[in-house]
Structures are given as structure tokens and as C-alpha cells.
């Protein structure tokens, strides 16, 4: 089956700073989304990574922020920009593996655990 | 406004009881449901789904209910069993292109199941 490794699977960053997560998979795969979850609140969708064009951006959430790449159809980067306290949360890439058609059930990675200081 | 709502915070059962994880919605566009499963330090894992047009779906241990005219689905774990203990999300979509990939997840239940 299909593996994604998301890193750095945690961190600790000054306010003011930037951090740049990555997302890999091990196959290729159309649709690559972004999602966070705050400390003691669900899952909710940053945006969209779509493989040659920008992303798109879930309300809430703007480029400047929360700028995305998506390179080619295995890899993507979300950058968390000018962190505060306020972005301290876990981040996780969703993709739609093949495997996954037969049931609409999206694969997760690991997340990445952001503390802002 | 939170669309999917899983009111119980947490459960704990005795293991080879059942265990029931209720979530309700309020979008009545949405027309697939979902079940994940999180560890700490890991991403959340797929369980079972359910569309709209059905009103059970089991798959082993886990079975999926929804009522649709009340919006609630539950998930049952029957037997339960300690490796079951982890947080639980439900997960909703609509239909429509703009919505592909794009889950609301409910708050999570966190499962204890007790040897």
C-alpha cells in the first residue's frame, strides 16, 4: 500500500518565524489536501493542493498565510508564515490513494506537531 | 458553526461490551459519512463509511448507522476490545466537485476500552 511521510513530525519555532512542512508520497496521486487540527478541536481543511496551480484556499485561510506548493503529483509543502501562539496545532496532508476510491475514506499522514513560542 | 457534532468528549467500556459513538450533523447536503480512528502520534486512520442512501453499513467488528431524518449516525464496536481505545472522528461530505476531498470532522471521541 501507499506511504506518506509528512515531516518534520514535530517542532518548536519562535513567533515571527516560518515553517515549511512536507508531504510524500510514495505514488502518485491527484488530490492532496492540507488540514489542521487545533489543540482540542477537530479537523478542519486549510486548503486544496492542486498539481500545477495554485491552491485553493478554504474560508478562513488565505496564500499569505498559508502559502502551498505542489511541484509534481507526489510531493507538497505548506508553509505556516509570521507563526504566533495561535497557529499551534497539528497540520496533516490527506491524499486520495487508489485504494481509497472504493470507499471515499481519504489517507492521512502522520501530522506534524507545531508549537509556537 | 459546527456542522458535525460529537457531544460525548469521551467513553470508556469494559472490553467485550459494546461501544457506541454517536455524531450528529446539521448540513442536510451532506451525503457521506465517515468513521476514523486516531493514535496518539499518528495521523487518523480510515475506518468504515456509509452513504446517504443507506442506513447501515458493517464491516466485522464496526457497523455504521444513519438516520438521516434525525441527521445522527453511530458507530458500533462490537466486541470491543483494549486496542480499540483511540480517538474517534466522524467525518462528513456534500456531493459536488467543489466538495471532493473536503471532510468536515466532527470533534473526536476519545474511546477507553478497559482490559
Known amino acids: 500500500s501507499a506511504v506518506i511521510s509528512q515531516k518534520p513530525s514535530r517542532d518548536i519555532c519562535q513567533r515571527g518565524t516560518s515553517l515549511t512542512i512536507q508531504c510524500q508520497v510514495d505514488?502518485?496521486?491527484?488530490?492532496m489536501f492540507w488540514y489542521r487540527q487545533q489543540p482540542g478541536q477537530s479537523l478542519t481543511l486549510i486548503a486544496t493542493?492542486?498539481?500545477?496551480?495554485?491552491?485553493?484556499?478554504e474560508s478562513g485561510f488565505v496564500i499569505d498565510k498559508f502559502p502551498i506548493s505542489r511541484p509534481n503529483l507526489t510531493f507538497s509543502t505548506l508553509t505556516v508564515s509570521n507563526m504566533s501562539p495561535e497557529d499551534s496545532s497539528i497540520y496533516l496532508c490527506?491524499?486520495?490513494?487508489?485504494?481509497?476510491?472504493?470507499?471515499?475514506?481519504?489517507?492521512f499522514g502522520s501530522g506534524t506537531r507545531l508549537t509556537v513560542v | 458553526d459546527q456542522q458535525v457534532k460529537q457531544n460525548s468528549p469521551s467513553l470508556s467500556v469494559q472490553e467485550g461490551r459494546i461501544s457506541i459513538l454517536n455524531c450528529d450533523y446539521t448540513n442536510s447536503m451532506f451525503d457521506y459519512f465517515l468513521w476514523y480512528k486516531k493514535y496518539p502520534a499518528e495521523g487518523p486512520t480510515f475506518l468504515i463509511s456509509i452513504s446517504s442512501i443507506k442506513d447501515k453499513n458493517e464491516d466485522g467488528r464496526f457497523t455504521v448507522f444513519l438516520n438521516k431524518s434525525a441527521k445522527h449516525l453511530s458507530l458500533h464496536i462490537v466486541p470491543s476490545q483494549p486496542g480499540d481505545s483511540a480517538v474517534y472522528f466522524c467525518?462528513?461530505?456534500?456531493?459536488?466537485?467543489?466538495?471532493?476531498?473536503?471532510?468536515?470532522f466532527g470533534q473526536g471521541t476519545t474511546l477507553q476500552v478497559k482490559p
Open positions: 467525518a462528513a461530505s456534500a456531493a459536488g466537485s467543489s466538495n471532493t476531498g473536503k471532510l468536515i
Open positions: 490527506s491524499v486520495e490513494l487508489l485504494s481509497d476510491l472504493f470507499s471515499n475514506g481519504y489517507t
Open positions: 493542493a492542486n498539481q500545477g496551480s495554485e491552491a485553493t484556499y
Open positions: 505514488s502518485q496521486v491527484t488530490m
